[in-house]
Nanobody, 125 residues
Framework: QLQLVESGGGLVQPGGSLRLSCAAS????????IGWFRQAPGKEREGISC????????NYADSVKGRFTISRDNAKNTVYLQMNSLKPEDTAVYYC??????????????????WGQGTQVTVSS
């Protein structure tokens, strides 16, 4: 059974850092693009970063570009999202998702087939 599990969320002060992990099981994630999405209260879920299965392609939303970095360790079937210079507006539930793309990735919600349960990130002093 294909499963994605996020971890690494928590409470952090503005300007701080967190690293989120997305552990995949039940499939070989090498052939899947993984995306990170977030949803703040009262807002729609937005795509913030993704990485192709081949690791050749990454994309970032303008809101996180230069602050967040996505990476993947295919040997561990895990994708990471390093989040630096966090702001209160980064507060949201963060989700990872998978879709069968090898050479590219996209940030559209509707493109992804499999989703994790989410992890809460709160940026507050």
């Amino acid at each position: 059974q294909l499963q994605l599990v996020e971890s690494g969320g928590g409470l952090v002060q503005p300007g701080g850092s967190l690293r989120l992990s997305c552990a995949a099981s039940g499939f070989t994630s090498d052939y899947y693009a993984i995306g990170w999405f977030r949803q703040a209260p009262g807002k729609e879920r937005e795509g913030i970063s993704c990485i192709s299965g081949s690791r050749d392609s990454t994309n970032y939303a303008d809101s996180v570009k230069g602050r967040f970095t996505i990476s993947r360790d295919n040997a561990k079937n895990t994708v990471y999202l390093q989040m630096n210079s966090l702001k209160p507006e980064d507060t949201a539930v963060y989700y990872c998702a998978a879709v069968g793309l090898f050479r590219l990735c996209v940030l559209e919600n509707g493109a992804y087939d499999y989703w994790g349960q989410g992890t809460q990130v709160t940026v507050s002093s």
